[in-house]
């Protein structure tokens, strides 16, 4: 039952459309906080609160880099969020759907 309940947990994660666009868009490569805060047109606390849930489930990667939070993917030993996001868009086709470009190298 243990298994059933943490795979329902991390679901839950996928079931809010900022968190999923935000592993989406980690697929390809990692992403710090600014660029979230450019693409997705949310405040910085608000993406912390998003990254904060994902990492707490185990589902990203956090690494600090001057004053700028970096996150990566890190969904190996979760085969059920690695079968959802096989067929989801990576970083290209979600911003295109956004209608965003990459973003420029703002964080420094």
């Not at 991390?10 to 992403?31: A, F, N």
């Amino acid at each position: 039952m243990d298994q059933i309940m943490d795979a329902a947990e991390k679901l839950k994660l996928l079931g809010d459309k900022t968190r999923l666009t935000i592993l989406c868009l980690l697929k390809d490569r990692e992403w710090c906080v600014c660029e979230l805060v450019e693409v997705l047109s949310i405040s910085q606390p608000g993406i912390s609160q998003h990254m904060r849930k994902l990492k707490s489930h185990g589902v990203v990667n956090e690494a600090r880099r001057g004053q700028w939070v970096y996150y990566s993917l890190r969904v190996q030993d979760n085969p059920y969020i690695q079968a959802v996001l096989e067929y989801m868009p990576g970083t290209t086709g979600t911003l295109s759907l956004l209608n965003m470009k990459e973003p420029g190298q703002i964080c420094k």
